[in-house]
């Protein structure tokens, strides 16, 4: 069985242990993994670089390359061990390692639990739900609100947790997939823009916008795609993608929130509270119809529907023309 070959099946492998399994909190995650690897790392590099702009720019950059290249010199060396007692355990272990970097099932079943809260009359249950996968201040949203940030995050968090990853998957197997996770966690982690973070996390967000410029893009179109097949209104979701993709401090953000957007014939974003502090932003969308719990659910089966199209086009393509070569 040839590498391409090993590792595509490895990725649809992970993508249906995700869709059966999600995320089981009791279990080891790398994910979780990097995030104590970047605290860790955090602590020991603002104690060594000087607390000046160009130390923390310089503690930042060597953050970026040690979380970066020991999850994947790691994931190299778990792979090649594996290799060399069984050709099968190293596909088993690269599904497993592909099923842990995708997240397509938890992000359809934390909304979820914001929508059954809300169905359930329990708005401070659905505040604390919707708190769990978002940034923004939750305590203060009515009903309408906890629906839109639930929408909002299924819809932004598709691009870099779920198309990317399986791009950067099948791309370069679980090695380039636990690089890009390491550079997404990073940014997550210390790319902001605040007192604490401005220098330091610099190179971690700086990259993270770069590997996921195409992604993102791409996942927009595909949401597009996904509106359709899942039975919402595609044609509105391409118009709003075009239109609204760039509505967004962030250069990556917007285009899967834009066509989802789109697809539901909502209006999203707007001016938001953080960490106490109003922060403004444009409107993505338009308001052509309040937003209702039920727009969680829509938004997690359009999230579903472009999974399984950018599984077709990044592995399943790909695996026929490698396995039946014309």
């Given at each position: 069985m040839s590498w391409g070959i090993s590792h595509l099946l490895a990725l649809l492998a992970g993508f249906c242990l995700d869709l059966l399994l999600g995320d089981p909190q009791w279990a080891p995650h790398p994910v979780r993994a990097i995030g104590a690897l970047i605290a860790g790392l955090e602590k020991l590099l603002r104690r060594v670089f000087p607390k000046r702009p160009g130390g923390e720019l310089a503690a930042g950059a060597v953050l970026v390359?040690?979380?970066?290249?020991?999850p994947t010199a790691l994931t190299v060396l778990l792979l090649w061990a594996c290799s060399l007692a069984s050709p099968w355990l190293a596909?088993?272990?690269?599904?497993?390692?592909?099923?842990?970097?995708?997240?397509?099932?938890?992000?359809?079943?934390?909304?979820?639990?914001v929508y059954q809260a809300l169905k359930a009359g329990d708005l401070a249950g659905a505040r604390r739900a919707v708190s769990m996968i978002v940034g923004r201040d939750t305590q203060q949203l009515d009903e309408a609100g906890v629906a839109r940030?639930?929408?909002?995050?299924?819809?932004?968090?598709?691009?870099?947790?779920v198309i990317a990853p399986l791009l950067?998957?099948?791309?370069?197997?679980?090695?380039?997939?636990m690089a890009y996770k390491a550079v997404n966690t990073m940014?997550?982690?210390?790319?902001?823009?605040?007192?604490?973070?401005?220098?330091?996390?610099?190179?971690?967000?700086?990259?993270?916008?770069a590997l996921n410029f195409f992604p993102a893009r791409l996942a927009g179109a595909l949401m597009c795609l996904g509106?359709?097949?899942?039975?919402?209104?595609?044609?509105n979701a391409?118009?709003?993608?075009?239109?609204?993709?760039?509505?967004?401090?962030?250069?990556?953000?917007a285009h899967t929130e834009a066509a989802c957007a789109g697809a539901l014939q909502l209006r999203l974003a707007g001016p938001n509270y953080y960490?106490?502090?109003?922060?403004?932003?444009?409107?993505i969308g338009d308001d052509q119809r309040p937003i209702e719990a039920l727009d969680i659910l829509r938004a997690g089966r359009i999230l579903y529907a472009t999974a399984f199209f950018a599984l077709l086009i990044f592995c399943g393509a790909p695996l026929v023309i490698l396995m039946f070569p014309w």
């Open positions: 390359i040690l979380t970066v290249s020991i596909l088993a272990a690269e599904s497993v390692l592909c099923y842990q970097l995708l997240a397509t099932r938890s992000l359809a079943v934390e909304s979820r639990k940030a639930a929408v909002e995050t299924v819809a932004e968090n598709a691009s870099d947790g950067f998957l099948a791309l370069g197997g679980a090695p380039l997939g940014d997550s982690m210390v790319g902001y823009q605040n007192d604490k973070y401005l220098y330091f996390g610099r190179p971690a967000a700086r990259l993270d916008d509106s359709t097949a899942a039975g919402y209104d595609g044609k391409w118009r709003v993608f075009k239109r609204d993709r760039k509505k967004h401090k962030s250069p990556n953000s960490f106490g502090r109003l922060v403004e932003k444009p409107y």
